[in-house]
C-alpha cells in the first residue's frame, strides 16, 4: 500500500564525493519530488524530508557522509523525516540505522522511494548536472572555464593546457547512463555491493536518445555506467557494437566520452577499439589501471597484467592522439611493496595520460582486500599517495615543464 503524506518542503544534500552516476541518481529523486509539487528549502529545519545522497567508495568519504547525516539529525524538525540515498543504503544499512535515518533506498530501489511517498515516475530521465553538482570534477571545470575567457581575450598560452583542463563534465553536456552495476569481482570495491550486477540499457532506447539530443542540438554526449565497458554484455552485444552504431550516425558534430570504461573490455577487442576511437568524435576515455605489479593486479582481482596495460595505452594514443586518456590508480593496496609502488609510478610516467586521480588504498569491510592481514602503515600510503601525487602534477598538468606550442585558441575546438 502507497503511504500517504502531504509533506511539501524537502531540503537536499548532495555529498560532493560521490561520482557522476551517483548524482545522476541523485538528480532523478530530486525531480520526481518537484515534479509532485514538492519545493526545495535550503533550510533543514523547515523542511518536512531532508534528503541525503551517499557514497562509500572509501571510509573516509563514508565516514564524511555519515557526519554529514548526524548533523543534518540534530537539525530537521522532529516530524520530519531523514531520507538517504546513494550507496550506503545497501552497503552500510546498520550505520544508517544507528543514526536514525527514517527511510532509505539505494542505487537499485528508487521504486521503493517514489512508492513510500506516492510519487509518479519521472517524466523523462535527468541527463544533465548542474556545476555545483559536480563535486571533485568542478576543480577541473573551473580550469576549463578559466581557459575559456582567456581564449576570448585571446591571450597565448601554452596548448597542452586546453587538452589537461577541457571541460570535463559540465552543465552543457548529457549524461546518458547506459548501464548499471558490472561484472567485476574487485576486491577493494565496496560500490559494486550497492550497484549491483550488469544490468544493461537497450540498444535501441540508447540510440533512440541519442538521436533526439542531437536533433535538439545538443552534441556532447557522455555515455556512463559503474563499468560502461561492460555493456551489452547481459543482452547479447559489447560496447564495440554500440560505440560502433554512435559512430555510424550522420552527426559531424558529435562530441562523444566515455566513461568508467574496464581496460579488460578494450583488450578483448582491441583492433576493433582502435579504430573506432580513432573516429575525431571520440573526445576522451577513462581507463581505470589501478596498478602497475601484477601481483597486486591479482589480488585486486583485475583481469589484466601491467604489459598488456600499457600496451594498449600505447596503441590507443597513437590510433586515437585526440581522444583524451583518463585513468585511475590506486595507492597502498595491502601488501604492496616499495618496489610495487614504483612499478606503478613508472607505468603512469612511462605512459600518456590528460587525467590521472590517485586514491590512497582504505579498508572497505565485505570486500576481500580488507581480509588482507598484511596491511601498508597509514603513513606510508599518505607518503606513496603525496609522491605520486607530484608527480603527476609535473608530468600531467605541467606537461613536463613544456609550454610550447604557445596558441591564442583553443586547439580543441
Same mark, same amino acid.
Given at each position: 500500500?502507497?503511504?500517504?503524506?502531504?509533506?511539501?518542503?524537502?531540503?537536499?544534500?548532495?555529498?560532493?564525493?560521490?561520482?557522476?552516476?551517483?548524482?545522476?541518481?541523485?538528480?532523478?529523486?530530486?525531480?520526481?519530488?518537484?515534479?509532485?509539487?514538492?519545493?526545495?528549502?535550503?533550510?533543514?529545519?523547515?523542511?518536512?524530508?531532508?534528503?541525503?545522497?551517499?557514497?562509500?567508495?572509501?571510509?573516509?568519504?563514508?565516514?564524511?557522509?555519515?557526519?554529514?547525516?548526524?548533523?543534518?539529525?540534530?537539525?530537521?524538525?522532529?516530524?520530519?523525516?531523514?531520507?538517504?540515498?546513494?550507496?550506503?543504503?545497501?552497503?552500510?544499512?546498520?550505520?544508517?540505522?544507528?543514526?536514525?535515518?527514517?527511510?532509505?533506498?539505494?542505487?537499485?530501489?528508487?521504486?521503493?522511494?517514489?512508492?513510500?511517498?506516492?510519487?509518479?515516475?519521472?517524466?523523462?530521465?535527468?541527463?544533465?548536472?548542474?556545476?555545483?553538482?559536480?563535486?571533485?570534477?568542478?576543480?577541473?571545470?573551473?580550469?576549463?572555464?578559466?581557459?575559456?575567457?582567456?581564449?576570448?581575450?585571446?591571450?597565448?598560452?601554452?596548448?597542452?593546457?586546453?587538452?589537461?583542463?577541457?571541460?570535463?563534465?559540465?552543465?552543457?553536456?548529457?549524461?546518458?547512463?547506459?548501464?548499471?552495476?558490472?561484472?567485476?569481482?574487485?576486491?577493494?570495491?565496496?560500490?559494486?555491493?550497492?550497484?549491483?550486477?550488469?544490468?544493461?540499457?537497450?540498444?535501441?532506447?540508447?540510440?533512440?536518445?541519442?538521436?533526439?539530443?542531437?536533433?535538439?542540438?545538443?552534441?556532447?554526449?557522455?555515455?556512463?555506467?559503474?563499468?560502461?565497458?561492460?555493456?551489452?554484455?547481459?543482452?547479447?552485444?559489447?560496447?564495440?557494437?554500440?560505440?560502433?552504431?554512435?559512430?555510424?550516425?550522420?552527426?559531424?558534430?558529435?562530441?562523444?566520452?566515455?566513461?568508467?570504461?574496464?581496460?579488460?573490455?578494450?583488450?578483448?577487442?582491441?583492433?576493433?577499439?582502435?579504430?573506432?576511437?580513432?573516429?575525431?568524435?571520440?573526445?576522451?576515455?577513462?581507463?581505470?589501471?589501478?596498478?602497475?605489479?601484477?601481483?597486486?593486479?591479482?589480488?585486486?582481482?583485475?583481469?589484466?597484467?601491467?604489459?598488456?596495460?600499457?600496451?594498449?595505452?600505447?596503441?590507443?594514443?597513437?590510433?586515437?592522439?585526440?581522444?583524451?586518456?583518463?585513468?585511475?590508480?590506486?595507492?597502498?593496496?595491502?601488501?604492496? *611493496?616499495? !618496489?610495487?609502488?614504483?612499478? #606503478?609510478? =613508472? /607505468?603512469?610516467?612511462?605512459?600518456? @595520460? %590528460?587525467?590521472? &586521480?590517485?586514491?590512497?588504498?582504505?579498508?572497505?569491510?565485505?570486500?576481500?582486500?580488507?581480509?588482507?592481514?598484511?596491511?601498508?602503515? *597509514?603513513? !606510508?600510503?599518505?607518503?606513496? #599517495?603525496? =609522491? /605520486?601525487?607530484?608527480?603527476?602534477? @609535473? %608530468?600531467?598538468? &605541467?606537461?613536463?615543464?613544456?609550454?610550447?606550442?604557445?596558441?591564442?585558441?583553443?586547439?580543441?575546438?
Amino acid at each position: 500500500m502507497e503511504r500517504e503524506t502531504t509533506l511539501k518542503k524537502v531540503y537536499v544534500h548532495q555529498n560532493s564525493d560521490g561520482c557522476i552516476e551517483s548524482f545522476l541518481d541523485f538528480k532523478n529523486a530530486r525531480k520526481v519530488l518537484l515534479e509532485d509539487d514538492w519545493e526545495i528549502t535550503d533550510r533543514p529545519e523547515e523542511a518536512e524530508m531532508l534528503l541525503v545522497n551517499t557514497c562509500v567508495v572509501g571510509k573516509y568519504v563514508e565516514d564524511h557522509c555519515l557526519g554529514e547525516i548526524q548533523a543534518l539529525q540534530a537539525k530537521k524538525r522532529d516530524d520530519a523525516e531523514l531520507v538517504v540515498t546513494g550507496c550506503m543504503p545497501e552497503y552500510a544499512p546498520q550505520r544508517l540505522a544507528k543514526a536514525g535515518v527514517d527511510f532509505s533506498f539505494g542505487p537499485q530501489n528508487f521504486a521503493s522511494f517514489r512508492r513510500r511517498y506516492g510519487l509518479r515516475p519521472p517524466k523523462k530521465e535527468a541527463h544533465t548536472l548542474e556545476p555545483d553538482h559536480l563535486g571533485p570534477y568542478n576543480l577541473f571545470n573551473w580550469g576549463g572555464r578559466l581557459l575559456s575567457k582567456a581564449e576570448a581575450l585571446g591571450l597565448p598560452l601554452p596548448s597542452y593546457l586546453y587538452r589537461r583542463f577541457a571541460l570535463v563534465e559540465d552543465s552543457n553536456m548529457e549524461f546518458l547512463r547506459i548501464s548499471r552495476g558490472c561484472l567485476e569481482n574487485c576486491t577493494y570495491c565496496a560500490t559494486r555491493f550497492a550497484t549491483g550486477r550488469l544490468v544493461s540499457e537497450p540498444m535501441e532506447k540508447i540510440l533512440a536518445r541519442v538521436d533526439d539530443l542531437l536533433a535538439s542540438g545538443r552534441r556532447s554526449i557522455v555515455l556512463c555506467g559503474e563499468d560502461s565497458g561492460a555493456w551489452g554484455r547481459d543482452i547479447g552485444y559489447t560496447f564495440a557494437d554500440l560505440l560502433e552504431k554512435l559512430l555510424s550516425r550522420p552527426h559531424p558534430d558529435l562530441v562523444l566520452s566515455i566513461r568508467q570504461h574496464q581496460p579488460n573490455w578494450a583488450m578483448k577487442e582491441l583492433p576493433r577499439y582502435l579504430e573506432l576511437l580513432s573516429d575525431k568524435r571520440v573526445k576522451s576515455i577513462m581507463l581505470p589501471i589501478q596498478s602497475g605489479s601484477d601481483r597486486i593486479l591479482k589480488l585486486m582481482g583485475r583481469r589484466y597484467t601491467a604489459a598488456q596495460a600499457e600496451d594498449m595505452i600505447h596503441r590507443i594514443h597513437e590510433a586515437a592522439p585526440q581522444a583524451m586518456l583518463r585513468t585511475h590508480v590506486i595507492v597502498g593496496f595491502p601488501t604492496e *611493496t616499495w !618496489e610495487e609502488y614504483l612499478m #606503478t609510478e =613508472r /607505468l603512469i610516467r612511462r605512459t600518456s @595520460w %590528460d587525467m590521472v &586521480l590517485v586514491f590512497p588504498y582504505t579498508d572497505r569491510p565485505r570486500t576481500g582486500a580488507a581480509r588482507i592481514k598484511q596491511k601498508v602503515p *597509514t603513513k !606510508e600510503i599518505v607518503k606513496r #599517495t603525496a =609522491r /605520486l601525487n607530484a608527480w603527476v602534477l @609535473w %608530468d600531467v598538468y &605541467l606537461n613536463r615543464g613544456n609550454p610550447f606550442p604557445i596558441v591564442r585558441k583553443n586547439p580543441m575546438s
